[in-house]
């Protein structure tokens, strides 16, 4: 292997341009050597070269074919990540996927069989894990100095709801929003979830309601290690991007708080004012993307495990299922009812 | 009326000591002018002579019958208090009742019955909804400057378990310690709760398994007003009590942190380290007791509503026994399932 | 002696009255049996009767010659304050003087010179002290688990100036306001106080000038121990009362933060807001006022060490005169300059 | 002017270093096409070759002939820097300067008087004017709507002390650490210092006193404008980089706290445990930097004010120089008695 990982990355949407940007200034022992993407145009070939990736194109089938290329970023639309990451382990190229991987099990299962075939490593994208205050309280539950995991709580709220035209394609709430907590969950306790059960509302705009979704959710959850636990999400949440964690364990608890726009504050006759929470994703995980794909490329180029592997790009995706399934129903859902 | 509301004290145990101390040194309207206790002993009677309180009694009646006592408080065990209202009502004595009125809806509707036949005035003990931080969240929320609630939350968890003794007979967790946090996100919500779904665990002691109850209970909730909610207890954190809550609405959302034992706090190389959360309720909600009976005390004396009256001492404990029903049979449980 | 501390209190004013009221009510150990005041009238006698005291009198040498009473608390004007010291201390009884002695280093000399003959307890008023998060953080030093006081720091501002009538016969800025702040350097630090220098202006209201005073002040001082400081003083701060303190050792550093009115914050578009510093002396310190009362309380009744004693409010009011001296001067001072 | 600014870069050391990386990743509108160092190696040149700077010398003069350099960095060690200012000016190329321009007076004016001439644009490196959370104060402040500011505060710890090697040549304390506060004051000011009186100890090492100078260090300033304040220093604060700020004003305070490591803590029996503040400069003012460069690109394509000018550079060495004869002396000293 070269001593950088040469990487060829798929899409040049939004995920493509981050993850390739963040790769060419960030990630030293990485370069993007080519980029695909169908809908390939001169305003995507400028912002290439301006980070110095040299070659462009429409197809796919040009990074797979690429001897030069070791590993693929996998940014394209969620409908194309199973097909990509089959042929991509066919080509024998290490693979970083974007989260989901699928919305369907089999086809979750058929490319990780692929996979596993060929041999190639295989990391997904839940950023999340590699935020610091995140991953802080992850690494104290894990530590075990606190001792066994009894409740994990995770609020997500986003700033603004998705436009409809997403919402009428994205799967619903829990598997296009509250997927990233179902991996926060298992991250943060270390165990599987066996069971749960959901509640729902449109409270923030009614047109959720004519795509059968929820904007506001709460998900309980039990856990194979005992504990439970609960998730709450809202599209719209007017002060900012809420990401908070919690885990109760036997000798102690361990949370986080929001990440701020700045540490100042007033004091005046009326209140005391601070700063609110950094505005969406990419102002709180800019960090974490680079932590992600710094991971990803230590793992290939060091033989080392991924830090987010097959496994954990299935689960969430099933808990998502059994999660419509317990609001659609209006009873808890056990693991055990979803195709695994 | 007097100018000094004078107060018949049902029980002198932790909390009818708590009530009647109080009284005799913070709530200047109002003077207790004889305890009543089937138990009263030496110490009870020294107690009550140290506080300036002359007359001691074994027998409640002579509290029901004293001409000079204008209203009761019942701090007696939990199986008397729809007696004693009953037989306070029929004496023509404003009560103040410790929570729960009872545990059976039949009797707390014939207390309430015999309340509003005297047309004495009727206080229930949720202090909670006098602590300072939790009553600035509810207030912001009733003011309606952040528009409608959406989201309720309220996690509570006492520093350490009660003796299986009082597990035996307590009714279990939702009857004896989430009872304050049903009241709660009623408070908070300004709406009642139609539907209730529960999950709980064994965890902190074996024990808990033998009376058929749980240690640690998350229960999701639905409101009249469309807000979804969720509640957390642990009965057992080591760090001390722990008592937060929060609303998310339309504009905005409000909360609150724990109360600490101090504002100090040490910087190492090692870490930030700040005091815990104040202890436990006697040390969290003192002063909110005395805001309580404050509040009881202005309501008889000048002819206004008392701030918890009969329907929030009935409906916490039907979202009990609907919460207990819930996690029996696995299933959300509606309230109108409940007897009403 | 009684069981029971029993106790004269001398003036009836604000001071008088929150010592009165705290005894009665919080301080089961003590009793007041007389209070005498030269301008007593009705409305303080009701204010006695009202909290069980039984006595009134406009003649401080009806405390001084009462039998039954064991300890003094004076809280007259600051100009009787020698005087009764040593017409306290004469008679035999134990002395708690409110700060403070007096502006006069001789005039403190010579009543504590008395109070050393007679051989009674004196315990200064310096109540923050007893401020529970004040204290937490001179224990940490106190503890040397972070080594050698390096830098103390106290910022201390009121949330509004005095009248002007009083600032005309206060002694000014350092004797009526920072005199606290000198205690509290020398509690947090452990050590004396060796030079001052100090920096001033009159910037909230003209008429300080006129009085030759100034209302925001800053003195930086030097300790015996090696460790150097600085106080910052302001008369009007309009978030309220704002008190923190800080000392870096060698090997971290410890302070706190104000105490809030709540712990209730709000979340919106605009930012996070949460609630002011409580207001004033008697919100913040109210519990040190009794932790105060208590500790000389049991100081006598169990003849113990008083918390703060004769040198401890002597040299205060050194420290201001050598302040006052190095404002007016332009130049450090010397503790050495100043009578001793 | 091309379309992107062409830096050439002087000094490849430590901050030359941040300086280039920084401007090749992180500023698009402007390129490094030369680095020159008399020290030049080939490591330096492996990174700058690694980063896409094309062009390395040993002599500065190159950067200064060079056609196709529109601006320089002057990153070279502090004795050159007004010498390397004077050569850029003359050779019409704009300028950003490290912090300080000089330590004498007289030769920071030569320098300024060839920019000057030059009409070139000139920003210097005082970097945390770029914090967002100290940015955020001063913006509070400068827009009026707390009113005039009343006490400036700044308190500033480095983690560890500089080598005694360093020391040796710094200029001592004030000049070589206070010099950041001494701008500091001035930007959240808005106002020029006229007094300033020094207070300093030798706390963290006995070493500091062979080379005529202390590790903590407090300072008191007068402002033109009528407000007073404090500088506080210590070269070793164990628990890390401490920077705050905070200005009293006639409607409020504005201040802030420092930034962590993360957000997340821990609760148990002992306490609440949260992370230290990010670890030195490098950590706290990564962003700052940026925010700098970026700065001056655009004032300089733009043809904008700079952010930090000339004067900007100046005042904070005669603050230094005051600060240093005001500890010598043993004296407050006006701003006037040093040379301007």
Redesign the interface.
């Known amino acids: 292997m070269a001593k950088k990982l040469r990487i060829g990355l798929l899409g040049a949407g939004r995920i493509g341009n981050l993850h390739g940007t963040n790769i060419q200034?960030?990630v030293?022992d990485a370069e993007v050597v080519i980029v695909a993407d169908p809908f390939m145009n001169e305003k995507m070939e400028e912002w290439a070269k301006?980070i110095?990736i040299s070659r462009c194109s429409k197809d796919p089938e040009d990074v797979f074919s690429a001897a030069d290329v070791d590993a693929v970023f996998i940014c394209s639309s969620t409908n194309t990540h199973a097909e990509f990451m089959i042929r991509a382990a066919k080509a024998g190229k290490h693979i970083f996927c974007e989260k989901p991987i699928d919305t369907e099990v089999a086809k979750i299962n058929e490319a990780l069989a692929e996979v596993a075939k060929a041999g190639v490593k295989l990391q997904v994208g839940f950023v999340r894990r590699f935020d610091?205050?995140?991953?802080?309280?992850r690494d104290?539950v894990a530590s075990g100095k606190?001792g066994?995991p009894?409740?994990v709580?995770v609020?997500s709220?986003d700033p603004a709801g998705p436009p409809m035209s997403y919402v009428a394609v994205s799967g619903g709430i829990f598997t296009d929003m509250m997927i990233h907590d179902f991996d926060m969950v298992r991250y943060l306790s270390g165990s599987d979830v066996t069971e749960v059960?959901a509640?729902?509302?449109v409270?923030?705009d009614p047109g959720y309601a004519e795509y059968d979704d929820v904007d506001?959710?709460?998900v309980?959850?039990?856990f194979e290690n005992?504990?439970?636990?609960?998730i709450?999400n809202?599209r719209q949440?007017?002060?900012?991007y809420?990401q908070r964690v919690e885990v109760?364990c036997?000798?102690?608890?361990?949370?986080?708080?929001?990440?701020?726009?700045?540490?100042?504050?007033?004091?005046?006759?009326?209140?005391?004012?601070?700063?609110?929470?950094t505005y969406f994703f990419l102002e709180r995980y800019n960090d974490a993307f680079v932590a992600e794909e710094k991971a990803f490329v230590d793992a290939v180029l060091n033989d080392k495990e991924v830090p987010v592997g097959g496994k954990d790009g299935l689960e969430p995706v099933r808990i998502a299922i059994a999660a419509k399934k317990s609001l659609k129903e209006?009873?808890?859902v056990k693991l055990s009812e979803i195709e695994a």
Do not use: M, W
């Open positions: 200034n960030f030293p301006s110095g610091r205050s995140h991953k802080a309280v104290v606190l066994k009894y409740v709580k609020c709220r059960s509640t729902g509302a409270l923030t506001t959710a709460i309980t959850l039990k005992g504990a439970i636990g609960v709450d809202c949440a007017p002060y900012g809420d109760l036997e000798k102690g608890a361990v949370q986080d708080n929001n990440h701020l726009e700045n540490e100042a504050f007033i004091s005046t006759a009326e209140s005391v004012e601070s700063a609110k929470p209006g009873r808890p």
